[in-house]
């Protein structure tokens, strides 16, 4: 059994084109049907779908070197963990995690990756996007999971990551049994909430949407950094105003459907 | 190989099988006597395979499990099949609908020789007799139901409701082949098998294989009656008829009656069947096809004790698993065990030495014609890869990252289009959807085909053909059953479906996921093309 959530057209097409041909498998692949922002090039996409699982450097703001160095491997998965003392300047981690499976999901984390950039720039954040769901139990439950080395790679070893995905949260949960700290995940997904209403309200309604999001980021990181509180303060207040505008006109706010992302000024 | 049994006794002009002599009946029913006879073995023995010695409480499985009430039915079906190949030389795929009557199912394939090819310690003599009934139902051994282990299978027994579906999609796009398909009336009372009924609207004879449905009514499911088996044979016939079948009724207790009549039923259904072909690809026909279909109503257990401790069994619900179940406690359950088992006379279907006598192995079909060696059910052998285009053709260009919106499967159609393009002169690919192809976004398919219905189209049609390759039926079931019988024997495919209906077939997805994780570990079955369900969500 595989299950893959294609974040865009051109990763589908990459996943297409595997299950189309293999055999002995049965392939779930998750997609939204309506218009949503593309992010990959077809290369990337498909070194995406080969991964399973990607960071999206470009939708992060760790510095380069950072990444780089976090990139070396271990040398052995069973090298024995060394607790580092907090030192946000030393430490090549970001400072938080975000992670998505799921084209809705994607776009509320690249959302919500994109107010924290702008609004609150010393917080360094990560994005990975999940397209292989069963990379993430461990190899010995799923052929497809990550090995531990790879796994922490992506999303490190005991930083916190918040997850938007388009299943249940617990079954998000379940699949993550075994690995480092599971409990420094905090998983938001669909909660059978809302029918007909706009997409954004689907989101809000869920608990799931880009303010929902910041907040939660803002709340589980460790230290103190600028911007925060206001950032909170201005999630709560578009959550209002999104409830105001669309009883009143019956779709979503503007800025909300009509939201691309603009790569941060250097 | 035509007529080979018999040159005389043509019935009309044009058809291939020649009516049953007497003498070939005989055989026919010694044959069915066999298949019986290794069931009731299969279920209760595990010593004392030929019944050489008399019957033993040492001799009986401790654990009893297995169904005999639907396995007469099966083995007369299948013997009378193997006759029908002989005189034909058609490639016919069994589908055993009720899968839980796997003693019968391997009787026939050992019988006919595919089982001991593949499990040569079950050899077709003494030693491989005695393994063949230990080996049933026990630890370490085999499951009571028809499986992957099954050769010629392609239908789990288990969750019942597929086994027409599954014969359906087996059926596209194979011309020559006819899949039998056995059908509870317990399994017919199934949504999923309800639905199923509507194949005459979607098989195209120009194109497509035949399913050949046979309606057992035995009457019963496990402690109850079944509907169809209450009903007229007018009743259940109309219910086929309205469903486009062309249905003729069999039905009986005396087994010579039924094996001539089933034999006669079965030539016919296969001489309408080639007819209906010709006429198909030969530009003779529009509108669907009237396709035979066998309603065969014979008692559940038959040949079975009559009655158990004064309370009767054949012919009621009480014959659908174990009839006897006290065989090593009471002697009186012993003796008619013996007397039941005996009656089949094995001594004269095997030797001393446990080989089936020669008259009843020239019964089973040449090599490769034997329904447990059909090349349908081992995977992809003959059918060619599928050849995607360059994805360069689809791809978007994506420019500043996030910044301008697209349909995620659009793209996808595009590449699904190309791929009914590039199988048009080899078709080995369908989609499969309920009504939502075009919702899906994925319909750039319909500029080189169209949806499939052999009903008459109205005016108000889009794109509906009768030879359109999307098949398109409101029923989640019937679109994933297709599919799976259209990938089990080779084939690729994709379910296109809304996810918040995902659920509807959930669970037949997972009984195709342990079929070939179970098919996996066998070698001799080979790799089947994936089931790819798309799910999308709005
Ligand atoms: C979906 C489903 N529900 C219930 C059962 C349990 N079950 C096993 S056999 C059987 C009776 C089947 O009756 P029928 O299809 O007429 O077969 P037969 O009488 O020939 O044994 C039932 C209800 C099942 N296998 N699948």
Redesign the pocket.
């Known amino acids: 059994m595989r299950v893959y959530l294609p974040p865009d057209a051109n990763t589908l097409l990459a996943v297409a084109e595997h299950v189309l041909q293999s055999h002995n498998y049965v392939n779930l692949l998750v997609v939204d049907k309506q218009s949503h922002p593309q992010y990959l090039t077809l290369a990337e996409a498909r070194a995406h779908a080969a991964a399973g699982a990607s960071i999206w450097p470009w939708a992060g703001n760790e510095p380069e070197a950072a990444r780089k160095l976090h990139a070396q491997p271990d040398v052995d998965d069973r090298t024995p963990h060394v607790e580092r003392p907090f030192d946000p300047a030393s430490r090549p981690d970001p400072d938080i995690v975000l992670a998505c499976a799921g084209d809705v999901p994607t776009e509320e984390v690249l959302a919500a990756a994109w107010l924290l950039q702008r609004q609150v720039p010393s917080l360094r954040v990560r994005v990975v996007n999940v397209l292989d769901l069963l990379v993430l139990p461990p190899r010995d439950v799923h052929p497809h999971g990550l090995s531990d080395t790879e796994f922490d790679r992506l999303f490190t070893r005991d930083v916190d990551v918040v997850v938007a995905w388009h299943g249940y949260a617990r079954a998000f949960h379940q699949l993550l049994h075994g690995r480092h700290q599971p409990e420094r995940f905090h998983v938001r997904g669909y909660n059978e909430q809302g029918t007909t209403t706009t997409p954004f309200d689907m989101v809000v309604l869920n608990r799931m949407s880009r303010y929902h999001l910041v907040v939660e980021a803002l709340h589980r990181v460790r230290g103190q950094f600028a911007g925060a509180e206001a950032l909170i303060a201005h999630c709560g207040q578009m959550l209002r105003r999104h409830d105001e505008y669309i009883r009143e006109h019956l779709e979503d706010l503007p800025e909300i459907a009509q939201w691309v992302w603009t790569p941060p000024e250097p | 190989m035509k007529n080979q049994i018999s040159e005389t006794a043509v019935r009309g002009s044009g058809t291939e099988v020649p009516q049953a002599t007497p003498e070939e009946l005989e055989l026919l029913h010694r044959y069915w006597n066999a298949a019986n006879y290794l069931t009731v073995a299969q279920i209760y023995l595990q010593e004392n395979p030929l019944l050489r010695e008399p019957l033993a409480a040492a001799h009986i499985k401790p654990r009893l499990l297995g169904?005999w009430?639907?396995s007469p039915?099966l083995s007369l079906v299948y013997a009378h099949l193997n006759r029908l190949i002989r005189c034909t030389d058609a490639e016919v795929l069994f589908v055993a609908?009720?899968g839980?009557?796997g003693p019968a199912v391997i009787a026939n394939v050992y019988l006919e020789g595919t089982y001991s090819e593949i499990y040569p310690n079950v050899s077709p003599d003494k030693a491989g007799l005695r393994r063949l009934i230990r080996q049933f139902s026990t630890p370490g051994g085999i499951p009571s139901h028809v499986g992957p282990p099954t050769p010629g299978s392609i239908h789990e027994g288990?969750?019942?409701?597929y086994a027409l579906a599954h014969a359906t999609g087996a059926a596209m796009d194979n011309p020559g082949l006819i899949v039998a398909c056995v059908?509870?009336?317990?399994?017919?009372e199934?949504g999923p098998l309800a639905a199923s009924w509507k194949a005459p609207a979607f098989l195209n004879p120009a194109r497509d294989g035949a399913v050949l449905p046979i309606l057992?009514l035995?009457g019963?499911?496990?402690s109850g009656p079944?509907v169809l088996g209450r009903q007229s044979d007018a009743q259940v016939s109309a219910l086929l008829t309205a469903q486009g079948w062309d249905p003729v009724v069999v039905s009986g207790r005396d087994p010579l009656t039924v094996h001539a009549a089933f034999a006669d039923a079965l030539g016919q259904a296969h001489d309408r069947i080639r007819n209906l072909q010709k006429r198909g690809r030969g530009n003779g026909m529009s509108g669907p096809a009237p396709w035979p279909a066998i309603i065969l109503r014979t008692p559940?257990g038959w040949t079975g004790p009559a009655s158990v401790d004064g309370v009767p069994v054949e012919g009621t619900f009480r014959a659908?698993q174990v009839p006897l179940a006290q065989v090593r406690e009471n002697p009186l359950h012993l003796a008619q065990l013996e007397a039941w088992l005996r009656s089949y006379k094995p001594e004269t279907l095997f030797d001393d030495e446990g080989r089936l006598a020669p008259e009843l192995s020239a019964l089973a079909p040449r090599r490769d014609r034997r329904m447990g060696a059909s090349p349908s059910a081992g995977g992809t052998s003959g059918v060619a890869p599928l050849n995607l285009a360059p994805l360069e053709n689809y791809a978007l260009e994506v420019g500043v990252r996030a910044s301008t919106r697209h349909e995620t499967t659009r793209p996808l159609g595009e590449m699904l289009r190309d791929i009914y393009t590039d199988t048009e002169t080899d078709p080995r690919f369908r989609l499969f959807c309920p009504d939502e192809t075009n919702s899906n976004r994925l319909g750039a398919v319909f500029e080189v085909t169209d949806r499939c219905l052999l009903e008459e189209a109205d005016d108000g049609g889009d794109h509906i053909a009768p030879d359109g390759r999307v098949m398109e039926v409101l029923s989640e079931h019937l679109c994933q059953g297709w599919l799976e019988g259209y990938v089990l024997t080779g084939r690729y495919g994709l379910f296109a479906t809304y996810e918040a209906f995902a659920m509807v077939s959930a669970s037949m997805t997972i009984q195709h996921a342990k079929w070939l994780q179970h098919a996996r570990e066998l070698p001799w079955r080979r790799p089947v093309p994936s089931l790819n369900i798309l799910l999308t969500s709005t």
Do not use: Q
Request: aromatic share 0%; proline share 4%; glycine share 30%.
């Open positions: 169904h009430g639907t039915g609908g009720p839980h009557g288990g969750e019942l409701g059908i509870g009336d317990g399994e017919a199934t057992h035995n019963h499911k496990i079944t559940k659908h």
